[in-house]
């Protein structure tokens, strides 16, 4: 089972996610505040957004033209910003990190 970091302003969370769901649904099971997730995963509000460094971005890869359409309208986006509700996990993101925006709302 995959465990995943999310890391909020001063706040680490380490949690363990079942490989199938997405990064979105590990976070909210696990009362991450930061990801607010408004539409429930149908990749229309960006309030999912993280941030991954240049190496997991490498590894989960890139948003679909659609999806980066969406994180253009989100608070900070970045060069290595997806939409947690994207990202469906994988054994191989084990260990996988991201940073949450202090606010998405
Ligand atoms: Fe709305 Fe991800 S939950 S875009």
Redesign the pocket.
Known sequence: MPTVTFLEADTRTVVQAPAGISL?EAATRNGIAGVV????????????MVHLDADWFARVGAPDDNEQM?IEFGVDPRETSR????IVLTEEMDGLVVEVPDNQV
């Open positions: 979105m997730a408004a539409c429930g995963g149908g990749c229309s509000c960006a309030t999912c969406m939409l947690s509700c994207q």
